[in-house]
């Protein structure tokens, strides 16, 4: 049957109900027991939303309501299934994958990273990808060991 002999809001509901998915980075899906717990609980709410959008009575309201939980179990479910988790590091002699770097930048500024997994990550709440240009450039350095170049240039304070 034709949209044409449907009511009108139904090819705008049909739009709105067929979410692209969200992008999965090509890079490996490492992650710290923080980030997947992290990643489980957004399953599970995603999981919830969905649910709540199927009581809903009236069906193109119902669509619309179940889109992005659908979307959101796709990608939480597939992160999870590819998740490698990575225990903490064992030593603070060097930068590693989960470690708390404090570096010093060539303007003065000093800021504190955690290095975790693309899903956690959260520079506001202090913490940064390991694909991020800044922690690959820290990834192996050890306390004083100064990374990048010209005005770009941070020297590492602390590991932790």
Same mark, same amino acid.
């Given at each position: 049957m034709s949209v044409?002999? +449907? $009511?009108?809001?139904? %090819?705008? +509901?049909?739009?709105? +109900? #067929?979410?692209?998915?969200r992008p999965i980075s090509p890079h490996p899906n490492l992650v710290t027991q923080t980030g997947l717990r992290a990643l489980e609980a957004q399953l599970g709410q995603a999981r919830e939303a969905y649910e709540a959008a199927q009581q809903i009575e009236d069906v193109n309201e119902r669509r619309r309501q179940s889109a992005v939980p659908l979307r959101d179990i796709r990608y939480f479910g597939e992160r999870l299934r590819t998740?490698? &988790?990575?225990?903490?590091? %064992?030593?603070?002699?060097?930068? %590693?994958?989960? /470690? +708390?770097?404090?570096?010093? =930048?060539? @303007?003065? =500024?000093?800021?504190?990273? =955690? *290095?975790?997994?693309? @899903?956690? !990550?959260?520079? $506001? !709440?202090g913490s940064i990808s390991f694909?991020?240009?800044?922690? $690959?450039? #820290?990834?192996? $350095?050890?306390?004083?060991d100064v990374a990048?170049?010209? /005005?770009?240039?941070?020297?590492? &304070?602390? *590991?932790?």
């Open positions: 044409a002999f +449907t $009511k009108e809001e139904s %090819a705008e +509901t049909a739009s709105e +109900t #067929l979410l692209p998915d998740a490698q &988790l990575v225990a903490d590091p %064992a030593s603070i002699e060097t930068v %590693a994958f989960g /470690s +708390t770097v404090t570096f010093s =930048r060539a @303007d003065g =500024r000093v800021q504190t990273y =955690r *290095i975790v997994g693309e @899903d956690e !990550a959260d520079p $506001k !709440a694909v991020a240009p800044v922690a $690959k450039s #820290l990834m192996g $350095k050890a306390v004083g990048g170049s010209g /005005s770009q240039e941070i020297e590492i &304070l602390s *590991i932790g």
